[in-house]
C-alpha cells in the first residue's frame, strides 16, 4: 500500500487492507520533508517511518493486526495542520 505525502494531507492508495503481512511505502510528492507514524486504536506500539525527502521514498514491511490505525506525520505541527489518515486493516 502507499501513502502519499503533500503539503498537509495524506493520500492512501487504499482504504482498507488486510491483515498479516504489509509493504507500507511513503512516497513524498510535497516540498517539504515528511514522516509517517502509526498506530491501531488501542494499541501501544507505533510504527515509524523516517523522514523522507521531496520526490523520495521509504518502504517498511510489518504484520499489521486487524482493527483502525491512525497514520500521521510528526514533523513540526504537520499533525495539527491536518496531515492525518486512517487505514482500516480487517481479517
Keep these: 500500500m502507499q501513502v502519499v505525502a503533500h ?3 495524506f493520500v492512501l492508495s487504499r482504504g482498507t487492507i488486510k491483515a ?3 509493504i507500507i511505502e511513503l512516497a513524498n510528492d510535497g516540498e517539504d520533508a515528511h514522516d509517517l507514524r502509526m498506530q491501531r486504536v488501542g494499541g501501544a506500539r507505533v510504527y515509524t517511518w523516517p523522514i523522507v525527502l521531496p520526490g523520495r521514498y521509504s518502504d517498511r514491511e510489518y504484520r499489521l493486526l ?4 491512525v497514520l500521521w506525520c ?5 499533525r495539527a495542520r491536518g496531515m492525518t489518515a486512517r487505514l482500516v486493516v480487517r481479517r
Excluded: K, L, N
Aim: proline share 13%; hydrophobic share 25%; net charge negative.
Design 7 to 9: 503539503e498537509f494531507s
Design 20 to 22: 498479516g503481512p504489509a
Design 66 to 69: 486487524p482493527g483502525t490505525y
Design 74 to 78: 510528526s514533523i513540526a505541527d504537520h
